[in-house]
């Protein structure tokens, strides 16, 4: 298993619910690093309304 050579890999991560406007970098530091490292969805939209009671 490990005598492979190395391969590329990819890392996918959603957060389901995350409110683009909060990610800064005065609140999520990390995810605004890995931003700005990678791709971002811009596009996205949730496939029915968040409820908030």
Known sequence: MFDR????????V????LRPDLVKPS???NLVRL??????LAGSA???????E
């Open 5 to 12: 050579p190395n391969r590329d890999r990819v890392l996918i």
């Open 14 to 17: 959603l957060f389901d619910g």
């Open 27 to 29: 609140f999520t530091p």
């Open 35 to 40: 931003q700005r490292r990678g791709a971002v």
């Open 46 to 52: 949730p496939s029915r309304p968040a409820k908030h």
